[in-house]
């Protein structure tokens, strides 16, 4: 099906299968191209580490249907199998017959990623149709952009009601410290790799800033609330933290991966994003390491932030900020 989404019959898709962190910066990233240029956007998540369909769209299984995002057009439900974007493409790969284009290699990848990297900086449109964004995309837009996705998009409702119902139990009538811990669980963290140089000396300095955001005065009675991907940082900060709770969840065994596996099935995803819009209902948020883009969106809403510099995995950074909440799920 062809499709003219935009007045110029342009656009922009976001194709992504990594964690729902990485797949919703690296959106927000191709809608500020695609609002800046007068595109439209398709959501292309096929193929997601959710789902063992791999021509089911990840988008609407987890999120509720929309047609626009600040006045940009939307295509992002399972029509998107039979949609044929024009040509030309950027980068300039998928010019390629479709056939070629079915194995790209990480270093094809990286070099998608510079590439339009480059282009969005250069703030101008280009020649082609159809601009591609199989990428990672992170700190490729500004901070509106993000929060933009954030406040136009909305879990599907079944997640929506596991959230409340979550928040009534453990977050109301408390002053909330939410933690989130990105350990890998024998994966390939690559740029959170420093911040686990040594195990041990990681999770003392959680268990740091833990205390740093218990001794700042609260309002209510303060409990720790925990997000994690591996059953080894619960079970040290639970007997560091008595009060410390998390959410029922399946975790991989030991050393076996991340959560965002097709293994899990969808309960995987619902499960990440029950947890990461709980963590952005917290008074506090911990982030570590700061790289991880599951904790972004408690990095955006959360007014007070502890996190690890960025420069400096040893130095603790926190900040009060006056940033309007997202309205609650």
């Given at each position: 099906?062809?499709?003219?989404?935009?007045?110029?019959?342009?656009?922009?898709?976001s194709r992504r299968r990594e964690g729902l962190g990485d797949c919703l910066w690296s959106l927000a990233s191709a809608w500020d191209y695609a609002r800046r240029t007068g595109r439209a956007l398709g959501i292309d998540w096929r193929g997601s580490c959710y789902l063992d369909d791999p021509f089911a769209n990840a988008f609407?299984?987890?999120?509720?249907?929309?047609?626009?995002?600040?006045?940009?057009?939307v295509i992002c439900d399972d029509q998107i199998n039979h949609v044929s974007f024009p040509g030309p493409f950027f980068p300039s790969w998928w010019n390629k017959p479709s056939i070629d284009c079915v194995y790209r290699p990480d270093e094809q990848i990286f070099q998608e990623r510079d590439e339009l990297s480059g282009l969005f900086r250069a703030?101008?449109?280009?020649?082609?149709n159809t601009v591609i964004c199989d990428a990672c995309l992170m700190w490729r837009c500004d901070e509106e952009a993000e929060r933009t996705i954030f406040r136009s998009i909305t879990p599907r409702a079944e997640i929506e009601d596991r959230i409340e119902a979550l928040y009534q139990e453990h977050f109301a009538g408390h002053s909330v410290i939410g933690v989130h811990v990105r350990h890998g669980n024998g994966e390939n963290i690559m740029d959170h790799a420093p911040y686990w140089a040594d195990q041990k000396i990681a999770l003392e300095q959680v268990c740091t800033a833990i205390r740093m955001a218990k001794?700042?005065?609260?309002?209510?009675?303060?409990?720790?609330?925990?997000?994690?991907d591996s059953a080894k940082v619960v079970d040290h900060l639970s007997g560091a933290f008595p009060e410390l709770f998390t959410v029922p969840k399946r975790f991989q065994a030991d050393q076996a991966g991340p959560l965002h596996s097709a293994a899990?099935?969808?309960?995987?995803?619902?499960?990440a994003l029950v947890e990461m819009y709980l963590l952005g209902r917290c008074d506090t948020a911990i982030r570590f390491p700061p790289t991880s883009a599951f904790s972004r969106y408690a990095r955006l809403f959360v007014p007070r932030i502890i996190e690890f510099d960025l420069n400096d995995p040893r130095r603790l950074i926190s900040s009060d900020r006056a940033f309007e909440r997202s309205p609650a799920p």
């Open positions: 099906m062809r499709v003219n989404g935009s007045r110029m019959g342009r656009f922009v898709v609407p299984v987890f999120f509720k249907p929309i047609e626009e995002i600040g006045g940009v057009p703030q101008d449109d280009c020649e082609a001794a700042q005065p609260h309002p209510k009675p303060v409990r720790v609330f925990l997000c994690t899990l099935g969808a309960e995987g995803g619902f499960s």
